[in-house]
Nanobody
Framework: QVQLVESGGGLVQPGGSLRLSCATSRSIFSFNSMGWYRQAPGKQRELVGTITSGGSRNYVDSVKGRFTISRDIAKNTVYLQMNSLKPEDTAVYYC?????????????WGQGTQVTVSS
């Protein structure tokens, strides 16, 4: 059974930095890609960024230049480094692992970690 556990959330001031971690129970290479999503109260969950098994990265426009996804393969861990944080970044952040079983997409999700950006 795949397990994803996020950590590193907290309260930071605008302009501050935070690093989120996603520890997985299987190798990062078990998945086609991993990503970070976020959901603010009353809003739809949105994609923040992804990293493929090959190391290609994509980010939503609102975080480009500020957020960076990285990974430690030996530790089965994916990170989201968040710099220059803004109040609109406030949300619950979720780790996602995506793969394919037969012809169907298979998604795994962590429990989420709260990030609050406020002065």
């Amino acid at each position: 059974q795949v397990q994803l556990v996020e950590s590193g959330g907290g309260l930071v001031q605008p302009g501050g930095s935070l690093r989120l971690s996603c520890a997985t129970s299987r190798s990062i290479f078990s998945f086609n890609s991993m990503g970070w999503y976020r959901q603010a109260p009353g809003k739809q969950r949105e994609l923040v960024g992804t990293i493929t098994s090959g190391g290609s990265r994509n980010y939503v426009d609102s975080v480009k230049g500020r957020f960076t996804i990285s990974r430690d393969i030996a530790k089965n861990t994916v990170y989201l480094q968040m710099n220059s944080l803004k109040p609109e970044d406030t949300a619950v952040y979720y780790c996602n692992a995506a793969g394919t079983l037969y012809s169907s997409r298979l998604d795994y999700w962590g429990q989420g970690t709260q990030v609050t950006v406020s002065s």
